[in-house]
């Protein structure tokens, strides 16, 4: 699986950015709708699915996910990740916003980065969240390959920055 992961991130790195059509920027922000108001289940799903990353968070790190997922501090992270995604998917499709797309994954990669997190966690997050989604919108070849186009996207950026 981890292997899995790393060639993802390795194809991810190794393309260019490639616009997503109006029909595939429609179906990312679509699907997103339906999830994006479930921060602590999209949060909780990554850390179960993956232990070392909720490991690199010091205030989640060994505690059990049933524990604090009903905390008040892993509602709050939680909605800063999935409010991260929800401000990317929100600029996507719209050629005059790549600026914007560029800089915020770009900090993103600065401050990921100077934390140790691998690329390969951040595959790993990728994996994980396209998991989440196609279990919990609706999911189909059309909206995998939007999504997959928008992830390389921003994962080609995002790991040219390190």
Not at 76 to 103: D, K, M
Not at 113 to 127: H, L, P, V, Y
Request: aromatic share 12%; proline share 2%; charged share 15%.
């Amino acid at each position: 699986m981890k292997f899995l992961i790393l060639a993802l991130c390795v194809a991810a790195a190794s393309a260019a950015v490639v616009p997503l059509s109006a029909d595939q920027a429609s179906l990312v922000k679509s699907s997103w709708a339906q999830v994006k108001h479930s921060e602590v289940d999209i949060l909780a799903s990554i850390f179960t699915a993956n232990p070392d990353i909720q490991a690199r968070f010091p205030q989640f790190a060994g505690k059990d996910i049933d524990s604090i997922k009903d905390t008040g501090a892993f509602a709050t992270h939680a909605g800063r990740i999935v409010g991260f995604f929800s401000e990317i998917v929100g600029l996507i499709g719209n050629q005059s916003n790549v600026p914007a797309l560029y800089t915020l994954t770009e900090q993103l990669a600065t401050s990921h980065k100077a934390r140790g997190i691998s690329t390969a966690q951040f595959g790993e997050f990728r994996a994980s969240l396209v998991s989440y989604l196609s279990n919990h919108v609706s999911w189909g070849e059309n909206v995998a390959a939007a999504w997959n186009v928008a992830l390389d996207n921003f994962f080609f950026v995002l790991t040219s920055n390190y």
